[in-house]
């Protein structure tokens, strides 16, 4: 399974693919951060749900990049869990990398700063509470991204819509008042539990939706 792993991420690269979802995520950081400074934890809260629909995207993008018929020989070769693992463990991987990019990208252009205050937490530890952010978001992208795929869809415009009725719907069921709010990741009260002091109830739920 490794090597189909590695034979996918090197189609979504080689093709040229990977370029579409990274420009599109420095395009969105580049605005968020043109707007002025922000402490590292409530800059990445933001960034995380900025980021969920291009994580999804990417992941669909490179479900989709196989040709058919390399899909149906990986499939003989491997079995239908084997090659369906390979695809998701190589959306992991690239979502990695984009996620990477989302915590290195702020520093370079200015767009984060130290504390200023007292109560102000520290630079390593809003580093932390922004990759836990991130890392909270990517398995539901990866997860709406592989619905959205031509496998799943068997069309692109119904791929679309579901990519974009899924980003639209994770943002609304994410809150706890929502009908089912177990359904998608607590995106938005994340990025606003990281703006103030994170309490450890609020702590000990958004952790225990990222472990269900």
């Known amino acids: 399974m490794t090597a189909l792993v590695r034979f996918r991420l090197a189609g979504f690269l080689r093709t040229g693919r990977a370029l579409a979802p990274v420009l599109a995520g420095l395009l969105t950081l580049g605005i968020l951060y043109g707007g002025g400074r922000a402490q590292p934890a409530e800059a990445y809260g933001v960034s995380a749900v900025v980021l969920f629909p291009v994580l999804a995207w990417q992941t669909k993008i490179l479900l989709d990049v196989e040709p058919d018929v390399q899909r149906r020989l990986a ?23 984009l996620v990477a990019v989302a915590l290195v990208f ?22 932390a509470l922004g990759l836990w952010a991130h890392l909270l978001a990517l398995p539901a992208a990866v997860a709406l991204g592989a619905l959205a795929s031509r496998v799943i869809t068997r069309s692109a415009g119904y791929g679309v819509a579901v990519l974009t009725l899924g980003a639209v719907g994770a943002l609304v069921l994410g809150f706890s008042g929502s009908v089912a709010p177990w359904l998608a990741p607590p995106l938005l009260p994340t990025a606003r539990a990281l703006v103030g002091p994170l309490s450890g109830s609020t702590a000990l739920l958004l952790t225990a939706w990222a472990l269900v």
């Open 75 to 97: 499939l003989v070769a491997v079995g239908p869990a084997r090659e369906q693992a390979a695809g998701l463990v190589a959306a992991v991987v690239a979502g990695l990398g």
């Open 106 to 127: 702020p520093w370079l252009v200015g767009g984060v700063a130290g504390p200023s205050l007292p109560g102000d937490r520290s630079v390593p530890a809003g580093v």
